[in-house]
């Protein structure tokens, strides 16, 4: 997703948002544009700004990030961008589905996904979008 504002943004799905059990008071009014992954139009709900926690086995981190609060289905809970990786020391890597940062301690945190949750979750998108595109 892009913000036409600065072209970055960390995003937050709604589903996420409700899950998490916050309250749509939270939310702060954004003006700018998200373009989705599509380049449809994406509905911003607003903006909130939480603080996120990094962690794996050993170790800790955390910073508050800006998040864009958007109403489109996603096998993702959020997004995040440039920004808030590079402030964070960030390395992804997609192939290998992790991410390694610094810890306050100087350590390394590792983040890691399971494939058979990503599968499942991708399975289930595809499930959801085939019962929204059938005509009754």
Same mark, same amino acid.
Not at 59 to 81: A, F, H, K, M
Not at 95 to 101: E, F, G, I
């Given at each position: 997703? !892009? $913000?036409?504002?600065?072209? &970055?943004? /960390? ?8 899950? %998490? @059990? %916050? &309250?749509?008071? @939270? %939310? ?5 544009? =998200?373009? *989705?992954?599509? *380049?449809? @139009?994406?509905?911003?709900? *607003?903006?909130?700004? =939480?603080?996120?926690?990094?962690? /794996? ?14 109403? !489109? ?5 959020? %997004?995040?961008?440039?920004? $808030?990786?590079?402030? =964070? *020391? ?12 610094? $810890? ?7 983040? #890691? /996904?399971? @494939? #058979?949750? +990503?599968? #499942?979750?991708?399975? &289930? $998108?595809?499930?959801?979008? /085939?019962?929204?595109?059938? +005509?009754?």
């Amino acid at each position: 997703m !892009v $913000s036409h504002e600065n072209d &970055s943004a /960390d995003v937050i799905f709604w589903e996420t948002f409700v899950n %998490l @059990q %916050l &309250s749509p008071d @939270q %939310l702060r009014p954004y003006d700018g544009c =998200l373009v *989705g992954f599509a *380049g449809d @139009q994406v509905e911003v709900r *607003g903006y909130v700004e =939480l603080r996120t926690t990094f962690a /794996d086995e050993n170790t800790i981190r955390t910073i508050t990030i800006r998040y864009i609060v958007v109403n !489109v289905p996603s096998t993702y809970n959020l %997004l995040l961008d440039r920004p $808030s990786l590079n402030r =964070l *020391g960030a390395v992804a890597s997609k192939a290998h589905m992790r991410m390694r940062l610094p $810890s306050e301690e100087g350590g390394v945190i590792t983040i #890691k /996904d399971d @494939q #058979k949750a +990503v599968r #499942k979750r991708y399975e &289930s $998108s595809l499930k959801n979008k /085939d019962l929204q595109n059938r +005509v009754v």
